[in-house]
């Protein structure tokens, strides 16, 4: 086969590097399958592309607009992912190896963009939590906001997830309305060009929402701007270097750094050899070391067991070890496959030496070059460490190959401690079916690691794993892991996104967020509110109802009528000794079901279904005698469908001083 020539996507073309090209070699034969550079670029030229076209044509969606563009790229990659399945190969993946990069990839996307349209609004401002109060008399109050950078996302990708690397930051910086310059590792770059050809195929993207960097980033570092974010994966050596770039240092540009990690796996002292979780751990523990060829920034490097099962958790694993070996990823029965390259086996084998300082090799060869000799091909190698309170490389050396090493440990502190010498990590999982150890490895270790994966009987089944970064948790970790936080859900968009404080009157605070907002001027409406579409109902429309006495014989009905006679709605000596209430008092469903009674228009007509209360909070009691009245105030709309949208209700119950007894959103589902 020919190599190819990579070409970046650059202001909108597609441009081969002018020169300098460097040869990027087949994992599995060592033949040079591409080859690649950026040599010619124009790197100012591209981040001005993405200021002047990408950003402000993103910035003009809204976040549902966004959330659609990444369910057609997601499509997109979908129809055609055996393409990339077939790339893969030369990166040495095995297809479950690929399927983690491609498929899972593609499923980031699919989760961000259904987490876009339910979670975010319709809007191109995020609100961050609630009103603050700032003022007696409500005329200056405070709202944080998220609204997007300007600038461009660097994404600087490492060589492992050529296409999940990609699509994992590109979900919540689209989302967050900012274009991307993505470079990634050259290694396995050919994939990752792939893959934006495919998405920039799709055309649904706008002008400079992305753009491709196959080979050095040349002087793009000197043109960045506050309003730039890099979000880096990849060695703890070039995330210092780079983080230290004058400009970086500066302009104080975003810098987020996934780098080198030396996750656990932990046996819980509970667990005896006959317990389900001794082979659940003994099985992942074989799963993260062979993975992708132990290539994954979440591999297990450290296996912590209980000292008295380290030689029966030992040769468990070695028996499960001796059935992987390593094969060509094309053939179906191969359960592992290559290193990336020859040069990372050379890098891999220098690490196992200075583990073995350490600890002593009780499994496979590192110098051995299994299946063939012009492939990166290496044997698993598990190393075990009996006093790892002496050893140092066990605790500060990432073998990022299917590497990974057993250390005993006392008991519950000293497997906490033995822990956190790994100094920071992305993840650690604990096998236990102890729940107060459970508790006690996150009170005592939940500060050095990004995720802590419990993993037993119950949950294994459906349990997504130790190594899995899922879109919906935080991936990242502290320290040696780099410091920095990626998706999370919605928190990972606010990454590309910059929260400021609002201060102002109410009535300039609604009309920035488009929301209403307490104080703000309201439309006393003319028209019962139900009885307008969605598209009628402007934001602070509002009915004020008459009002209604609650007697004694309401709450006694009602109390008969559910069955919820409880001793403070029904006798007047228990509810008088309650220092809360001093005699009885109206059931807070009833002041709800009586809401409803006060605001509601009983014909049929554009509102289709309630379908549910937020926030909702009793106030004050209500007692026999007084009587509420209810302000039901349009809060937030959301179209979710072409001709059906969510409306947000603002209801605030009062009595008769005045005072709020009870206050919540109530949400309908009205006709467009
Ligand atoms: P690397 O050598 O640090 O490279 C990472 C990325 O940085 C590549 O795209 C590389 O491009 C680029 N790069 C290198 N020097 C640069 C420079 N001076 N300016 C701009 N970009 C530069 O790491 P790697 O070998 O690809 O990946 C292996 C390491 O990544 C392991 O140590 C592993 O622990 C870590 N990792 C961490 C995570 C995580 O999420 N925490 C995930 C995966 C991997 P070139 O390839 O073109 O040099």
Redesign the pocket.
């Known amino acids: 086969m020919n190599p190819i020539t990579l070409q970046n996507y650059a202001e909108g073309k597609w441009i081969a590097g002018s020169g300098g090209m460097a040869e990027l070699r087949s994992a599995i034969n060592g033949d040079v399958v591409a080859l690649t550079s950026s040599q010619g670029l124009d790197f100012s030229a591209m981040l001005n592309f993405a200021c002047n076209h990408g950003g402000p044509a993103l910035r003009a969606l809204t976040f549902h607009d966004r959330a659609k563009l990444l369910k057609a790229l997601a499509e997109a990659l979908t129809a055609r992912k055996e393409e990339l399945y077939e790339l893969s190969y030369n990166t040495g993946a095995t297809r479950a190896d690929s399927w983690i990069d491609i498929d899972g990839g593609i499923g980031t996307f699919a989760v961000y963009q259904g987490k876009g349209r339910r979670e975010l609004p319709n809007e191109r401002i995020l609100i961050d939590g609630a009103l603050e109060a700032l003022s007696r008399n409500g005329t200056f109050q405070g709202l944080h906001v998220y609204t997007s950078l300007q600038g461009a996302a660097v994404h600087?990708?490492?060589?492992?997830?050529p296409v999940w690397?990609m699509l994992e930051k590109l979900a919540p910086t689209f989302l967050a309305g900012v274009p991307a310059i993505v470079?990634?590792?050259?290694?396995t770059?050919y994939l990752t060009e792939a893959a934006v050809r495919i998405m920039l195929e799709a055309n649904v993207l706008p002008k400079g929402a992305l753009q491709l960097i196959v080979?050095?980033?040349g002087d793009l570092?000197d043109h960045l701007t506050c309003q730039d974010v890099v979000s880096?994966?990849?060695?703890?050596?070039?995330?210092a270097?780079?983080k230290s770039h004058p400009v970086i240092q500066r302009e104080s540009v975003r810098f987020v750094a996934?780098?080198?990690?030396l996750n656990a796996s932990v046996l819980g002292p509970d667990v005896t050899p006959d317990a389900p979780e001794f082979d659940l751990f003994v099985k992942e523990v074989a799963r993260e070391m062979t993975a992708k060829a132990g290539q994954?920034?979440?591999a297990i490097r450290r296996a912590l067991v209980p000292a008295g099962l380290l030689d029966a958790v030992q040769d468990a694993l070695i028996a499960r070890l001796e059935k992987t070996t390593p094969g060509d990823p094309r053939d179906e029965a191969t359960r592992m496959g290559a290193l990336v390259s020859i040069s990372?086996r050379e890098d891999v084998r220098a690490k196992v030496a200075e583990l073995a300082r350490d600890a002593s090799i009780v499994f496979g060869d590192p110098k051995a070059s299994p299946v063939n000799e012009k492939g990166a091909f290496i044997s698993p190698v598990l190393l075990r460490c009996d006093r790892p309170w002496e050893a140092r490389a066990v605790h500060d050396v990432?073998a990022?190959g299917p590497v990974s090493t057993l250390v005993p440990y006392k008991d519950g502190a000293d497997v906490i401690a033995l822990a956190n010498r790994g100094k920071g990590s992305?993840v650690m999982s604990v096998f236990t079916h102890d729940t107060t150890f459970a508790r006690d490895v996150v009170l005592g270790s939940g500060a050095y690691h990004g995720r802590l994966a419990f993993i037993d009987r119950d949950s294994v089944k459906e349990s997504t794993g130790h190594g899995s970064p899922m879109p919906h948790m935080i991936?990242?970790?502290p320290g040696r892991?780099?410091g920095g936080e990626e998706l999370g859900g919605i928190r990972g968009v606010t990454h590309y996104m910059q929260r400021s404080a609002l201060q102002g009157n109410p009535r300039v605070l609604s009309a920035v967020v488009n929301r209403y907002v307490a104080g703000m001027p309201v439309e006393e409406a003319t028209q019962h509110p139900f009885r307008r579409k969605f598209h009628d109902l402007p934001i602070g429309y509002q009915l004020k109802t008459k009002s209604r006495e609650i007697t004694l014989e309401d709450i006694e009905h009602f109390a008969h009528f559910t069955g919820d006679t409880f001793y403070a709605h029904m006798d007047e000596v228990a509810a008088a000794a309650n220092p809360l209430f001093g005699g009885r008092v109206a059931h807070g469903y009833l002041i709800l079901a009586f809401a409803a009674g006060l605001f509601v228009d009983p014909d049929p007509g554009p509102v289709l279904a309630n379908y549910g209360l937020d926030n909702l909070r009793f106030v004050k009691p209500v007692k026999p005698g007084d009587a509420i009245q209810v302000a039901l105030t349009v809060k937030d709309k959301t179209l979710r469908k072409p001709d059906q949208g969510e409306v947000r209700w603002d209801v605030v119950v009062t009595n008769r001083d005045g005072d709020t007894v009870a206050a919540y959103d109530l949400l309908t589902m009205n006709a467009a």
Request: charged share 15%; hydrophobic share 35%.
């Open positions: 600087i990708n490492a060589f492992n997830f690397g470079k990634p590792a050259s290694a770059s080979g050095s980033t570092f880096f994966t990849g060695s703890a050596q070039t995330a270097k780079l996934e780098q080198d990690s994954k920034c979440t990372q990432e990022f992305l991936h990242g970790g892991a780099g």
